[in-house]
């Protein structure tokens, strides 16, 4: 039973365009949510995190966007660089119970094209 | 600040044997956690310590997987015996607590079952 869902594998974006990430997740439970970007053969690396009392968080060129109701979630990169070629992963976890454990999607790939 | 150290970097063993990994974390993190991450898959954790105490081992195979925290600092993960399904990157991470803080990774050991 996958908790939080990243349904797109692999995203293609132009240096400069915006790059949009998304994420779903089912455990209403979940109320801190959080990115991280990996490169190959290196370990996660925290981007930018959201607590369910806020709909938005932005630091620097990333904006997380958190939309309760529809338990989705969304990164937004602008402008786009090629450094921010990577793996980016979602995760998710709650105040109780096994929603405690921090869940990981599976991620998805961004590539910024040149 | 140095960052969350893992030893080794790769290891190969044949199925059955056994194996070891190595963990220090960030200096003054009382939590720390042990992930195992399949390709294509997010992380997985597998073990969480605060201090030298498990607050969370749901998910540890815990007929052939232990880890231990013994002086609350550095930590060791061992499997043994090995199976074939165990390839996998072994992550760890560490927290200042157990409140919503960002996870800050070590970049892993990869280990390959023959």
């Known amino acids: 039973d996958q908790q939080v869902k990243q349904n797109s594998p692999s995203l293609s974006v132009q240096e400069g365009r915006i790059s949009i990430l998304n994420c779903d997740y089912t455990?209403?439970?979940?109320?801190?949510f959080l990115w991280y970007k990996k490169y190959p053969a290196e370990g996660p690396t925290f981007l930018i995190s959201i607590s369910s009392i806020k709909d938005k968080n932005e630091d620097g060129r990333f904006t997380v966007f958190l939309n309760k109701s529809a338990k989705h979630l969304s990164l937004h990169i602008v402008p786009s660089q090629p450094g921010d070629s990577a793996v980016y992963f979602c995760a998710a976890r709650g105040n109780s119970g096994s929603a405690r454990q921090l869940t990981f999607g599976s991620g998805t790939q961004l590539t910024v094209l040149p | 600040e140095a960052g969350v150290a893992q030893s080794p970097r790769y290891k190969i063993i044949e199925k059955r044997q056994s194996v070891a990994f190595w963990c220090n974390p960030i200096?003054?993190?009382?939590?720390l956690y042990w992930y195992q991450q399949i390709l294509g898959q997010g992380p997985k954790l597998l073990i969480q310590f605060q201090n030298n105490g498990v607050v969370d081992d749901s998910q540890l195979p815990k007929d052939r997987f232990s880890a231990e925290r013994l002086k609350g600092v550095d930590s060791t993960l061992k499997i043994q015996p090995a199976k074939l399904e165990d390839s996998a990157v072994y992550l760890c991470?560490?927290?200042?607590?157990?409140?919503?803080?960002?996870?800050?990774f070590g970049d892993g050991t990869r280990l390959s079952i023959l």
């Open positions: 455990n209403s439970m979940f109320d801190y």
């Open positions: 200096s003054g993190h009382a939590t």
């Open positions: 991470a560490s927290s200042p607590g157990l409140g919503n803080q960002p996870q800050h």
